[in-house]
């Protein structure tokens, strides 16, 4: 099928751009030289980050391929409800700013790279932290896997455009290539060069939302035109993405779902920096006030998300990008689509190009935060290791944890992922306990906290069986309570904390007292 105004003037804007991207990933090495032989200068930028690039890095983890895709097409297909993505986002930064100055501070006057290194003096119990690790692990692999397909209904978009089909062959050959590249300038630059392809990727980024919901509204009507052609066609579209009956209300929330639209966004912003890739993005600041000033300014970019989230109404203003929407029946087609209809063909290239590469910049952030912990956490755990090998090893694990994710999607269908990423959600959340309140308390024991994350993660496991009609399709993340529908998350982490605080309780009645290896000023002050 033709597919909007895609043309050879729009692939040409991509490549020369992607062009650009890959060469500023390879000259990152060069920024602020450091010996990338040592772990913390790969895998954290040396610490050198200031403020701004502190920005652009955190706000390349929020604004990726995956959000682009998911966050509308979810609006679209399912209402109202998935506008939980804005206060989720508003009060994860509030998250931060109470969490991450105290782990960097605590981080550099000790020398951790990874939430693991507190973990594992604070409580003093290496199986802890070889828990917290394994969990941020196997968290990240869906989560960087969605990055794909968002990617994936890019190089689709701009298929159908230039041929008429849509190729898988074609596709998956761009994927590995731009892997391909990724992971070689990752591999040189590190950290460096996520940063500074971030700038690159958030400049376009931005462009490519203003234009949009500023153009779009004026030339087709306004919002006024979306909601009322919602009204009409919403029905439609719930049959062709949903394949049920009935209009989607976008306009209210049922009461019914208020505890679901509060306790997704109250669970979704506890996790959202206990993931390694938020973690080691704030590691990176070269000072503490550094750290807090970009943070603070990351609500920011949680107004480009909520104007992000209209674009799956603002697509019912569009008919042609409707209509393309609705014969392809996948919602994951809406912003390509909107863009591809009412932009002119060189902006298509530009706007398609920052969200592939909103894809390539989180993949190798959240690459080299699963490198760091599993080398440092895990691998080393159990085999002494130099500094430069330690290096290698995670530049290594770092290259083949982004072809693991690319196989992951090639082998597994984008909507299990997607599910499966609401499970690394859910599963993250559980080191709360000992990431989150251990910056704020060293009275918890070590081995009641282990024993309250396993506690956690069973259950969130059992609740999402039940939840999903044992061992059914991942389909929901709510479970039924008598309050209503719940993110399994926030149930499991109450589990958690119950089996973490009484068990705290009897071992300190039992004799044992905290560690003394980490001191509160080292929390607090930098020494």
Same mark, same amino acid.
């Given at each position: 099928?033709?597919?909007?105004?895609?043309?050879?003037?729009?692939?040409?804007?991509?490549?020369?751009l992607?062009?650009i991207?890959?060469?500023? @990933?390879?000259?990152?090495?060069?920024?602020?030289?450091?010996?990338?032989?040592?772990?913390?200068?790969?895998?954290?930028? @040396?610490?050198?980050?200031?403020?701004? &690039?502190?920005?652009?890095?955190?706000?390349?983890?929020?604004?990726?391929?995956?959000?682009?895709?998911?966050?509308?097409?979810?609006?679209?297909?399912?209402?109202?409800?998935?506008?939980?993505?804005?206060?989720?986002?508003?009060?994860?930064?509030?998250?931060?700013?109470?969490?991450?100055?105290?782990?960097? #501070?605590?981080?550099?006057?000790?020398?951790?790279?990874?939430?693991?290194?507190?973990?594992?003096?604070?409580?003093?119990?290496?199986?802890?932290?070889?828990?917290?690790?394994?969990?941020?692990?196997?968290?990240e692999?869906?989560?960087?896997?969605?990055?794909?397909?968002?990617?994936?209904?890019?190089?689709?978009?701009?298929?159908?455009?230039? #041929? =008429?089909?849509?190729?898988?062959?074609?596709?998956?050959?761009? &994927?590995?290539?731009?892997?391909?590249?990724?992971?070689?300038?990752?591999?040189?630059?590190?950290l460096?060069?996520?940063?500074?392809?971030?700038?690159?990727?958030?400049?376009?980024?931005?462009?490519?939302?203003?234009?949009?919901?500023?153009?779009v509204? $004026?030339?087709?009507?306004?919002?006024?035109?979306a909601?009322?052609?919602?009204?009409?066609?919403?029905?439609?579209?719930?049959?062709a993405?949903?394949?049920?009956? =009935?209009?989607?209300?976008?306009?209210?929330?049922?009461? %019914?779902?208020?505890?679901?639209?509060?306790?997704?966004?109250l669970?979704?912003?506890?996790?959202?920096?206990?993931?390694?890739?938020?973690?080691?993005?704030?590691?990176?600041?070269?000072?503490k006030?550094?750290?807090?000033l970009? #943070?603070?300014?990351?609500?920011?970019?949680?107004?480009?998300?909520?104007?992000l989230?209209?674009?799956?109404?603002?697509?019912?203003?569009?008919?042609?990008?409707?209509?393309?929407?609705?014969?392809? =029946?996948?919602?994951?087609?809406?912003?390509?689509?909107?863009?591809?209809?009412?932009?002119?063909?060189?902006?298509?290239?530009?706007?398609?190009?920052?969200?592939?590469?909103?894809?390539?910049?989180?993949?190798?952030?959240?690459?080299?935060?699963?490198?760091?912990?599993?080398?440092?956490?895990?691998?080393?755990?159990?085999?002494?290791?130099?500094? %430069?090998?330690?290096?290698?090893?995670?530049?290594v694990?770092?290259?083949?944890?982004?072809?693991?994710?690319?196989?992951?999607?090639?082998?597994?269908?984008?909507?299990?992922?997607?599910?499966?990423?609401?499970?690394?959600?859910?599963?993250?959340?559980?080191?709360?306990?000992?990431?989150f309140?251990?910056?704020? #308390?060293?009275?918890?024991?070590?081995?009641a906290?282990?024993?309250?994350?396993?506690?956690?993660?069973?259950?969130?496991?059992?609740?999402v069986?039940?939840?999903?009609? %044992?061992?059914?399709?991942?389909?929901?993340?709510?479970?039924?309570t008598? $309050?209503?529908?719940?993110?399994?998350?926030?149930?499991?982490?109450?589990?958690?904390?119950?089996v973490?605080?009484?068990?705290?309780?009897?071992?300190?009645?039992?004799?044992?007292?905290?560690?003394?290896?980490? %001191?509160?000023?080292?929390?607090?002050?930098?020494?």
């Amino acid at each position: 099928m033709a597919f909007g105004n895609i043309d050879g003037v729009t692939l040409g804007v991509f490549v020369v751009l992607f062009a650009i991207f890959a060469f500023l @990933g390879f000259w990152a090495s060069r920024w602020r030289r450091g010996d990338l032989s040592k772990i913390d200068e790969w895998g954290l930028g @040396g610490r050198r980050l200031g403020w701004l &690039l502190v920005w652009f890095l955190m706000g390349a983890d929020l604004f990726t391929a995956y959000t682009f895709i998911a966050v509308p097409s979810s609006m679209l297909a399912v209402g109202s409800l998935y506008f939980f993505a804005v206060p989720y986002v508003a009060w994860g930064f509030g998250v931060a700013l109470l969490t991450m100055p105290r782990l960097w #501070t605590v981080s550099r006057n000790k020398g951790y790279v990874t939430a693991s290194d507190f973990v594992k003096d604070r409580f003093d119990s290496r199986w802890l932290a070889i828990a917290v690790a394994l969990t941020g692990i196997v968290a990240e692999l869906p989560y960087i896997a969605l990055q794909i397909v968002g990617m994936q209904a890019v190089l689709a978009a701009m298929l159908a455009g230039l #041929t =008429g089909v849509v190729s898988k062959t074609v596709s998956d050959i761009a &994927l590995i290539i731009a892997f391909a590249i990724l992971a070689s300038f990752t591999f040189t630059s590190g950290l460096r060069g996520a940063a500074i392809t971030g700038v690159f990727k958030d400049i376009l980024i931005w462009i490519t939302v203003l234009a949009v919901i500023i153009i779009v509204p $004026l030339s087709y009507g306004g919002f006024a035109s979306a909601f009322h052609n919602a009204a009409i066609q919403s029905a439609t579209v719930n049959q062709a993405l949903n394949h049920a009956k =009935g209009p989607i209300n976008y306009g209210a929330l049922s009461p %019914k779902l208020i505890p679901a639209y509060f306790s997704l966004s109250l669970g979704s912003a506890l996790a959202l920096y206990l993931y390694p890739h938020a973690i080691n993005g704030s590691l990176s600041s070269e000072d503490k006030g550094k750290l807090k000033l970009g #943070t603070s300014l990351l609500p920011i970019y949680g107004i480009g998300l909520a104007l992000l989230a209209l674009f799956g109404i603002l697509v019912y203003a569009v008919p042609n990008a409707l209509s393309a929407v609705i014969k392809l =029946g996948a919602g994951t087609f809406v912003v390509p689509s909107l863009i591809a209809y009412t932009m002119p063909d060189w902006f298509v290239g530009l706007a398609y190009l920052a969200i592939f590469i909103g894809g390539l910049v989180p993949a190798a952030i959240m690459a080299i935060g699963v490198a760091n912990l599993l080398v440092r956490n895990v691998i080393k755990e159990f085999k002494s290791l130099e500094p %430069k090998t330690e290096a290698t090893l995670a530049k290594v694990i770092s290259t083949v944890f982004k072809f693991v994710a690319l196989g992951f999607v090639f082998a597994v269908p984008a909507t299990y992922a997607i599910q499966l990423q609401l499970l690394g959600g859910i599963l993250i959340t559980q080191t709360l306990p000992s990431v989150f309140l251990g910056l704020y #308390t060293r009275n918890l024991n070590g081995k009641a906290t282990l024993v309250g994350w396993a506690a956690g993660i069973l259950s969130a496991l059992a609740l999402v069986i039940e939840a999903n009609a %044992k061992f059914g399709v991942i389909k929901t993340s709510l479970y039924t309570t008598p $309050l209503g529908p719940l993110y399994i998350a926030i149930l499991a982490l109450l589990i958690n904390l119950a089996v973490t605080l009484i068990g705290s309780g009897i071992a300190y009645g039992m004799g044992w007292r905290p560690s003394q290896k980490i %001191k509160e000023e080292e929390i607090t002050k930098e020494m």
